[in-house]
């Protein structure tokens, strides 16, 4: 009896919780949230430029001429290409409002908007930049409208010659380089090359070591070539040798056989050929620097250095190595006074990393020796010697200060670009480098 009355009790109570849960009223359903419309924006009317392509010289249409658009306004603004068809007729659309450069390129003539750009590169007077800037066609794109302009290309000079070795054999494949005879106001060569060429032209010499270059306007001019010194051994630090398949180690040979920028044949063309550019390189007359760089209040070699070689009388950067544990070799110096230039670092050389799956090559940027490369404040840190090559060199001591204390290590990995225009031998600042793979 007495279970039987618990059971039931318990019952009850499970009754009376159902109900009472039952009765109790639902909560409130909370209101969505709806978010405000979405201001839609307004697409933004475009224009377009259209127009045709002569030949100055034939009247003939430029037919698949390269057409270029470059903002004026806008330093470093995207530009817009487009091409001429068969008839010389061009358009080009979706064009944001603007004042515009326009040019055409066509192999064999000149294209005045890559003089004018060259501009930014090099030293330049306003009396320069006026006259070329009168030479470049403009237009202004207006919404929704195309605007019509006409194009005549004047016909270029040519630069023809060929390139030797001084054992007879032609120097085939080698790279040329076109440059203004100009001087920066300090009195130095430049270094940076013209722009000739257009994109699509060969810059290279052929089979017998022949070369042409088209479309070059009036005006001074040196030619030269340039010739990786990378050793054939490749089992030397991979930085060190990419520097020397770089503008900074590459050897660079000049019309008129000279090693020296400031010693090179000037040549001077108005609208005909010159075909009297031809450059030996003298192989047989070059030599080997090897030395060794040292910290001076210690005496030992430092994790990496750069070295320098520059000319004496003009401190024209003849070439740039990197020391490796405290060697440093430099080779095809040609026979002059120099000075041997070196800065140290507490960090060793950047490590350099090749995926042999997809050929991709990056280094660790390090704060070190890698920022010195292209410092102007850090060759105020440098030691100096002299030193007169008349042949092989060797067993040379350069003794620099210490260097700075490292700085944290980064661990930012940089792709390795393509090699950059510059070129040692025309100007006492080392450029910002930028370095190629060197062969496995």
């Known amino acids: 009896m007495l279970a039987r009355a618990v059971l039931i009790a318990m019952l009850s109570l499970a009754a009376s919780f ?30 377009a430029v259209g127009g045709t392509v002569y030949c100055a010289d034939t009247n003939n249409p430029a037919r698949l001429a390269h057409i270029s658009l470059l903002p004026i306004a806008k330093e470093g603004g995207r530009s817009y290409r487009g ?4 008839e010389g007729r061009f358009r080009i659309g979706n064009l944001p409002e603007g004042k515009y450069y326009i040019s055409a390129e066509l192999l064999g003539y000149i294209n005045p908007l890559t003089q004018l750009l ?45 390139v030797l070795y001084d054992d007879g054999s032609p120097a085939v494949g080698v790279h040329l380089i076109l440059r203004p005879n100009t001087r920066s106001p300090e009195g130095a060569d430049e270094t940076s090359p013209t722009v000739e060429y257009m994109e699509y032209a060969d810059q290279t010499t052929d089979d017998r070591g022949r070369y042409r270059v088209l479309g070059v306007a009036p005006g001074e001019y040196k030619v030269s070539v340039e010739l990786s010194t990378a050793t054939g051994e490749h089992e030397q630090n991979m930085f060190a040798a990419m520097v020397q398949s770089s503008q900074l180690g590459n050897l660079a040979v000049y019309a008129g056989d000279t090693l020296r920028a400031s ?17 030996t390189i003298p192989l047989s007359k070059l030599h080997t620097i090897r030395g060794r760089v040292v910290v001076k209040s210690t005496g030992e070699a430092p994790p990496s ?14 070439r740039v190595a990197m020391a490796v544990d405290g060697e440093f070799e430099i ?16 960090e060793p050389l950047p490590k350099v990393d090749v995926d042999d799956d997809n050929g991709d090559t990056s280094f660790v940027v390090g704060s070190g020796v890698v920022t010195q490369i292209g410092d102007k404040a850090a060759t105020e840190r440098a030691g100096e010697i002299g030193v007169l090559v008349h042949g092989d060199v060797s067993g040379l001591v350069v003794e620099t200060p ?20 510059a070129e040692p031998g025309g100007g006492s600042n080392t450029p910002p480098v930028t370095l190629p793979v060197p062969p496995q």
């Not at 159902?18 to 697409?43: L, N």
């Not at 044949?265 to 450059?279: F, L, M, P, Q």
């Not at 204390?405 to 225009?421: G, M, R």
């Open 118 to 162: 060259d501009l930014g590169r090099r030293a330049k007077s306003d009396e320069e930049r006026k006259v070329l800037e009168a030479r470049v066609t403009t237009v202004y794109v207006s919404s929704s409208q195309v605007a019509s302009v006409a194009l005549r290309l004047e016909r270029g000079a040519e630069i023809d010659g060929t």
């Open 402 to 421: 210490d260097p700075a204390a490292p700085k944290a290590a980064s661990t930012e990995t940089s792709e390795v670009p393509p090699a950059p225009d």
């Open 83 to 86: 091409e001429s068809d068969l």
């Open 305 to 318: 250095g750069i070295v320098r070689l520059l000319y004496a009388d003009t401190r024209e950067v003849a």
């Open 18 to 47: 159902t109900c009472y849960s039952q009765e109790e009223p639902p909560a409130p359903e909370m209101p969505s949230v709806v978010a405000p419309p979405r201001a839609e924006k307004a697409p933004v009317p475009k224009g």
């Open 331 to 346: 080779g095809y110096v040609g026979d002059d006074s120099y000075i041997l230039q070196a800065s140290s670092s507490a």
């Open 263 to 279: 010693k090179a044949k000037t040549i001077k063309i108005g609208s005909e050929t010159r075909a009297d550019a031809d450059i």
